[in-house]
C-alpha cells in the first residue's frame, strides 16, 4: 500500500508496539505532529528536549521496553544530546527521532538547521539520515533492533521535512537482517566449562556484577549460580537491585563509595567473575592495585569491547548474560566457601557501615526511611551527586529495574525526568526521586509536564544548600576553599536558599513539603505516598557539610578506603 | 609497532566519519587510510594502519567490529599478505642530472610520467620500505612535490 512517510513512521511505531512517546514539536517536525494528533499511543509533551530524552530512558530502564523520544531539527536534536549520552554510557535501548530540513536545504545553513547525525554520532550506538522515502520503514526497524539487541543503546533517526510528505509503498520485514550487525548471544561452552572450573577451583571467588545483569533480565540465574557455589556478590551502582538486598552473600556496593569490605572482597579474592560490568575506574580504583591476589579474572559480557579494556581477563565470555549464566550452574559444584566467608565478615565487623544517627536531619536518614517504608518496593531515580551515593549506600532496592541512576555519564538534571518516564511505564508503582537541591535545578521545568499529566512522583530533595559533592572535594582536598558551590544567598539575614521549593511545587500545581525536623521524615513520606493525582516536592532541610563514606580517593587503590575525615 | 588492518564496510555516506570519529574519541593515531569500492558496489574496503601495542591494537579491531556499518575487520600482522603503496614524485632534473636519475628509476622499476626542463614525475609502486628506500635515493636531487596514496594490503592464497 502507497504511504506517505508521516503515515510509515506511525505504521512502524504501532507495529513496534510504542504505548508512549516523549517530546516537543517544531517547524520541521510538523507533518509527525499532524498524524500524532490522532495516534493510537500517548504522546507526553515535555518542557525540554533533555527531559523527553531522560523520560523516555526512565521508561526503559524501568520496564524493559524501549523509550521513544521526538524533537524538532537544530535546537530540539541538539537538545537531546545529553540525554542520548547518557543512555550510550548505561547501554539503554531508545529511539530518537528527529525533523531536518528538507534534503534540498541540507547543507544550506537553513533556519534551524543543525548536522544531527553529525552531532549525535560520538553519543549514539547508530544513527541514520534518511534520504530517500524507500529507506524509511527499513531505518525505522533496524533503530528499534539496534537500539535493543545486544548491548543495547540509544539510536537517532533524522528524517527531513519533504521525505516526510513523500509517498512510497509501505515494506515490513519479518525480521531485521542487517548484514554488518549480528550481535553474539550464546557464550561459547568451551569458555563456560573453563570458567565453571575455574569457579571449582577457587578460594575466594566474588561475582562482581555490573547493569548488564539487568538488561539481559538475569538476576534469577544469577542467584542460583551464587547460591550453588556460595559466591560472594557485590554490585555496581548499576546492577543495585540485581541481587536481593537481604541476602547474606550480597556485600553492597564496591568501588569509590562502596562497601568496605566489599573493596577488601576485590583485592583479596583469587578469582574475579565480572558479569555485565565494565571494570569503570569508580569501581577499580588505581588500576595497577587492583585485585593483586586474583590468579583469574573471568568476564562474561555482550560486548567484546568491553573485555580486557581495563582489565585484562584471563577468562573471556562474550555473549547474553541470562543465557551464559544458565548454562554456567550447570557445571559448577555445589560448594561452600567458609573460611572465605568468615574473612568477609570479620572486615564487616572491623569497619562497620554506617552514620551518625543523633537528633539532627541527617540525610542519610532519609534514605533509610524511604527504604523502610516503602519496603525496598519502590522505583527510585536519583540525580548525581550525594544523595546519589547515599541511595545506593541505604536504599535497599528488592527487585531489579527499581534503582535507576545515570552511572556512567553521571547527569545531574537526570533524575527527576526519569521517575516521569518509570511513573508513566509503572502507574501502579510508587516512584520516587531522590535528588539534590542543585540537581533537580536542572530540569525542574518538567514538574509542568509531571503536574498536567497527574504523575504523581515524589521527588525527595536532600536540600543542603549546596553542589555536596564537590564541596566535599573541595573539604577534603583543597583545603575547604568552597569555590563555587553555594546555592543560598548571604544578603538575608540566615543564609536563604534558592529558590523556595515548597513555592517552586505550588507554582508549578504540585504538592510542595518542608521537613527540617527528623522527627517529621516519616510522616511527610507516607503523606506523599498517598497523594495520587500530582507530584510531590518534599525539601528535607538537612546537614550542610555532611560527607559520603566510604570513600576511596581518586586515584587510590580499592583497599586504601577512607571511612572518616580523620 | 605498526599494524595493518583491512575493513569490508558498507559503502554510503557517513561510514569514513564513524571510522575517523572512532579513532579520534578514543586517542588512536591513524598512519595511513585508503578507501575503494571492491567488486560490490555495496561493500568498500578500508585499509587502515596505525601505531600501537598490540593492546591497542585489539581495542582498536573490537572497536572497529562493534560500529553497525563495518562488515567485517582483518588484522594482518599474523597473516602472510602483500602491501603496495604508490608515490607520484616530482624531483628536480636538469640534463646533467637526469641519465643519473633514470638509473635509479630504472633499478626500483618505477616509472618516468612527466617531464620539463627542470623537473622529473616518477611514479613507484611497492611496499613502504621500497618506497622509502626509493625516495631516500631521490632527496639529494631535491624532491619538490610527494604523494602517497596510502597503504593497500590484501592476504595471499
Same mark, same amino acid.
Given at each position: 500500500m502507497i504511504k506517505t512517510g508521516t503515515e510509515i513512521f506511525i505504521e512502524c511505531l504501532k507495529k513496534e508496539n510504542v504505548e508512549l512517546m516523549f517530546g516537543i514539536p517544531g517547524g520541521q517536525v510538523l507533518p509527525l505532529f499532524d498524524k500524532i494528533y490522532d495516534a493510537p499511543f500517548k504522546f507526553i509533551l515535555t518542557r525540554h528536549e533533555q527531559g523527553a530524552a531522560h523520560m523516555a530512558d526512565g521508561y526503559a530502564r524501568s520496564t524493559g521496553k524501549t523509550g521513544v523520544c521526538l524533537a524538532t531539527s537544530g535546537p530540539g536534536a541538539a537538545n537531546l544530546v545529553t540525554g542520548l549520552a547518557t543512555a550510550n554510557m548505561d547501554s539503554i535501548p531508545l529511539v530518537a527521532f528527529t525533523g531536518q530540513v528538507p534534503t534540498s536545504l541540507i547543507g544550506n545553513d537553513a533556519f534551524q538547521e543543525a548536522d544531527t547525525t553529525g552531532i549525535t554520532r560520538p553519543v549514539t550506538k547508530h544513527n541514520y539520515l534518511v534520504k530517500d522515502i524507500n529507506f524509511l520503514s527499513e531505518a525505522i526497524q533496524n533503530s528499534f533492533y539496534i537500539a535493543s539487541s545486544g548491548r543495547p543503546g540509544p539510536v537517532l533517526i533524522d528524517i527531513p521535512a519533504d521525505i516526510q510528505k513523500a509517498s512510497t509503498e509501505f515494506v515490513w520485514k519479518e525480521k531485521p537482517d542487517i548484514r554488518s550487525y549480528k550481535p553474539n548471544l550464546k557464550g561459547h561452552p568451551v569458555q563456560i566449562k573453563k570458567l565453571a572450573e575455574a569457579i571449582n577451583a577457587a578460594e575466594r571467588p566474588v =561475582?562482581? /556484577? #555490573?547493569g548488564g545483569v539487568i538488561i539481559a533480565n538475569a538476576s534469577a540465574e544469577l542467584l542460583e549460580l551464587a547460591m550453588k557455589a556460595e559466591l560472594p556478590v557485590t554490585t555496581t551502582l548499576m546492577a543495585i537491585g540485581s541481587f536481593p538486598p537481604d541476602n547474606a552473600l550480597n556485600m553492597g556496593m564496591l568501588g569509590m563509595h562502596g562497601m568496605y569490605w566489599a573493596n577488601m572482597a576485590m583485592q583479596n579474592a583469587d578469582l574475579i567473575i565480572a558479569v555485565g560490568s565494565r571494570f569503570d575506574d569508580r569501581c577499580t580504583g588505581k588500576l595497577s592495585d587492583f585485585a593483586p591476589k586474583a590468579k583469574i579474572i573471568a568476564h562474561i559480557d555482550v560486548? $567484546? &569491547?568491553? +573485555?580486557?579494556?581495563?582489565v585484562a581477563a584471563h577468562i573471556p565470555v562474550v555473549g547474553d548474560a541470562k543465557n551464559i549464566l544458565t548454562e554456567l550452574v550447570k557445571h559448577v559444584n555445589k560448594k561452600k566457601h567458609t573460611q572465605w566467608i568468615k574473612q568477609i565478615n570479620n572486615w564487616r565487623r572491623e569497619k562497620p557501615f554506617g552514620y551518625e544517627n543523633d537528633s539532627k536531619l541527617r540525610p542519610q536518614y532519609v534514605i533509610e526511611k524511604i527504604s523502610e517504608i516503602t519496603g525496598g518496593e519502590a522505583i527510585v531515580t536519583t540525580e548525581v551527586g550525594q544523595h546519589q551515593m547515599w541511595a545506593a549506600q541505604f536504599y535497599k532496592a528488592k527487585y531489579p529495574r527499581h534503582f535507576i541512576s545515570s552511572? #556512567?555519564? #553521571? &547527569?545531574? #538534571? %537526570?533524575g527527576f525526568p526519569a521517575a516521569i518516564g518509570a511513573k508513566l511505564g509503572n502507574p501502579k508503582k510508587p516512584v520516587i526521586c531522590i535528588s539534590g537541591d542543585g540537581s533537580l535545578?536542572?530540569? +525542574?521545568?518538567e514538574l509542568a509536564t509531571a503536574s498536567i499529566n497527574k504523575v504523581n512522583v515524589i521527588v525527595c530533595i536532600l536540600n543542603n544548600g549546596h553542589l555536596g559533592m564537590v564541596r566535599q572535594w573541595q573539604q577534603m582536598f583543597y583545603?575547604?576553599? %568552597?569555590?563555587? /558551590? *553555594? =546555592?543560598? &544567598?548571604? *544578603?538575608?539575614?540566615?543564609?536563604?536558599? +534558592? $529558590?523556595?521549593f515548597v513555592k517552586v511545587a505550588q507554582a508549578y500545581g504540585a504538592e510542595g513539603m518542608r521537613v527540617t525536623r527528623k522527627t517529621d521524615v516519616s510522616h511527610a513520606i507516607e503523606k506523599a505516598l498517598k497523594i495520587k493525582d500530582k507530584p510531590i516536592i518534599i525539601d528535607f532541610i538537612v546537614e550542610q557539610e555532611e560527607n559520603v563514606f566510604p570513600m576511596v580517593p581518586a586515584g587510590a587503590a580499592l583497599h586504601e578506603i577512607v571511612t572518616s575525615l580523620a | 609497532m605498526r599494524h595493518t588492518l583491512s575493513a569490508l564496510v558498507e559503502n554510503k555516506s557517513g561510514v569514513l566519519a564513524r571510522i575517523s570519529t572512532l579513532f579520534a574519541a578514543r586517542g588512536y593515531n591513524i598512519d595511513t587510510l585508503t578507501v575503494g569500492e571492491t567488486d560490490d558496489p555495496s561493500v568498500s574496503r578500508m585499509t587502515i594502519t596505525v601505531r600501537g601495542d598490540t593492546k591497542i591494537l585489539e581495542q582498536i579491531e573490537k572497536q572497529l567490529n562493534k560500529?553497525?556499518?563495518?562488515?567485517k575487520v582483518f588484522e594482518y600482522s599474523q597473516t602472510k599478505h602483500i602491501e603496495r603503496d604508490l608515490a607520484l614524485i616530482k624531483v628536480k632534473a636538469d640534463k646533467n642530472n637526469r641519465s643519473e636519475i633514470l638509473q635509479i628509476v630504472d633499478i626500483f622499476r618505477a616509472d618516468i610520467i612527466d617531464l620539463s626542463h627542470e623537473t622529473l614525475m616518477i611514479e613507484i609502486t611497492g611496499d613502504e620500505e621500497k618506497i622509502e628506500a626509493f625516495v631516500g635515493m631521490l632527496r639529494p636531487f631535491g624532491i619538490k612535490e610527494l604523494v602517497r596514496t596510502g597503504i593497500v594490503a590484501m592476504a595471499r592464497g
Open positions: =561475582l562482581y /556484577v #555490573g560486548d $567484546p &569491547t568491553s +573485555i580486557s579494556k581495563n552511572g #556512567g555519564l #553521571g &547527569t545531574m #538534571g %537526570y535545578q536542572m530540569n +525542574i521545568q583545603k575547604r576553599r %568552597y569555590s563555587a /558551590v *553555594e =546555592l543560598f &544567598t548571604h *544578603e538575608a539575614k540566615r543564609c536563604q536558599p +534558592i $529558590p523556595d | 560500529l553497525i556499518d563495518v562488515i
